[in-house]
């Protein structure tokens, strides 16, 4: 049986989405949900696996732009809409599709970065996927957990607005946010409209979604989205704040809205979205243990063109390491690159020179964004030191002062 790939034609995406919709368990999606990501697919880069007139597989690429240390915004193909109908699994059907895409992205060059988020944590690395970042989760218990805010709170207004009134405040507040931290993608036309949806059917007994704006010198410097599940029981209330993301320019506009989520009435709870791992809240509260804070892998990189990749970020202090770096599945990364750079920039070059490091793509991949030192992996046996004190260095130039964070799923 003879599976073909071809470039996704607009006029069959229906059939395209919903073979992915049945993939992933069936459940139809809300009306407004799959007309967004209608828009957002770029059909001409997408393709389907057919088995004759049926199409088994799909998957698709969304052009990105994802910040990575030291400010600057990269061009990333968001790896995005990957199944196999589980007739077809076990047949070499992902692995052709994975093969297409990065061969494409090559060919095109524009892109020295593939990234994806991954439905099981264990399918992408054969591929050279390193897990870069993680995020964090939070159920805070407000009737027992206070907030100390800083000097300044109290001059910060807050205004309720209507999520799609506010979509151009909040926009201007989040492409601010992206260069500061690594990881954050660079919304493109379209993809404002994906913190907005709000299927009804999808809210669990919550409310419509809310926004609060947080204007601080007669400018917005932050906003919040967020639902209220209400709940009662024998002793009163019991509501649940569901927080969707916020966004803040300065540390007093950020407590004002933590401190307005915590103060709303009939809510004992806040539960939070994705956040980053070290997100200043933990660190406004007086007691993080009844936060129920967890931890889950979230953005995986590749490297599509090492060097260019390598040469796309800055380092913290001075880095002059030789890599030896192993990918199977994209030889043309192989080999021995020797890495120079510094806060102001970087070269990464081909090399005969004896290494300092061995690893593999997956791993460079993974400590791409400042947020998994190359020393963890080592002491997991998947990064060598070959010469002495060549870890330590290059893992402190890896790193990131901020913990790298992908805000939404794509």
């Not at 001059?155 to 260069?179: F, G, H, I, K, Q």
Request: proline share 7%.
């Amino acid at each position: 049986m003879r599976t073909d790939l071809r470039v996704l034609d607009p006029s069959v995406w229906d059939d395209w989405y919903g073979k992915l919709v049945l993939a992933f368990g069936g459940v139809p999606e809300a009306p407004e949900e799959t007309a967004l990501w209608r828009e957002l697919t770029e059909c001409e880069r997408s393709i389907g696996a057919w088995d004759g007139s049926e199409i088994v597989g799909t998957a698709s690429l969304h052009s990105f732009r994802l910040s990575v240390p030291g400010g600057a915004v990269v061009p990333a193909a968001g790896v995005t809409m990957v199944s196999v109908q589980a007739t077809h699994r076990r047949r070499g059907v992902l692995r052709a599709m994975m093969r297409r895409q990065l061969d494409d992205i090559r060919t095109a060059g524009d892109e020295p970065l593939a990234v994806l988020t991954a439905s099981e944590p264990d399918i992408y690395g054969r591929f050279g996927y390193g897990a870069a970042t993680q995020t964090a989760y939070a159920e805070i218990d407000t009737t027992r957990v206070r907030l100390n805010v800083p000097e300044g709170t109290e001059d910060v207004t807050l205004r309720a607005v209507a999520p799609e009134a506010a979509v151009e405040a909040c926009e201007a507040v989040y492409a601010r946010r992206v260069p500061a931290r690594p990881g954050m993608l660079a919304r493109l036309p379209g993809w404002e409209r994906l913190p907005l949806l709000d299927p009804p059917g999808e809210r669990e007994g919550a409310s419509p979604l809310r926004c609060v704006l947080a204007e601080s010198g007669g400018e917005v410097s932050g906003y919040v989205r967020f639902a209220v599940k209400p709940d009662w029981d024998m002793a009163g209330p019991r509501g649940t704040v569901v927080l969707r993301d916020l966004e803040a320019l300065d540390q007093a506009s950020y407590a004002a809205l933590w401190r307005f989520l915590f103060d709303l009435d009939l809510t004992s709870v806040i539960r939070t979205g994705p956040r980053p791992v070290d997100d200043p809240w933990q660190y406004l509260v007086s007691d993080i243990r009844r936060c129920a804070v967890r931890l889950r892998d979230s953005l995986y990189v590749r490297m599509v063109d090492l060097g260019a990749a390598l040469e796309a970020r800055t380092y913290p202090v001075p880095v002059d390491a030789v890599l030896e770096v192993t990918d199977p599945f994209c030889p043309w990364n192989e080999g021995r690159w020797r890495l120079s750079g510094d806060a102001k920039g970087a070269s990464c070059e081909r090399t005969k020179d004896a290494p300092d490091l061995r690893l593999g793509v997956r791993e460079l991949g993974a400590a791409y964004l400042g947020g998994v030192p190359l020393t963890a992996l080592a002491g997991a046996g998947r990064v060598q030191e070959a010469r002495q004190g060549a870890l330590t260095a290059a893992t402190t130039a890896f790193g990131s002062p901020v913990a790298p964070w992908l805000p939404h799923s794509f």
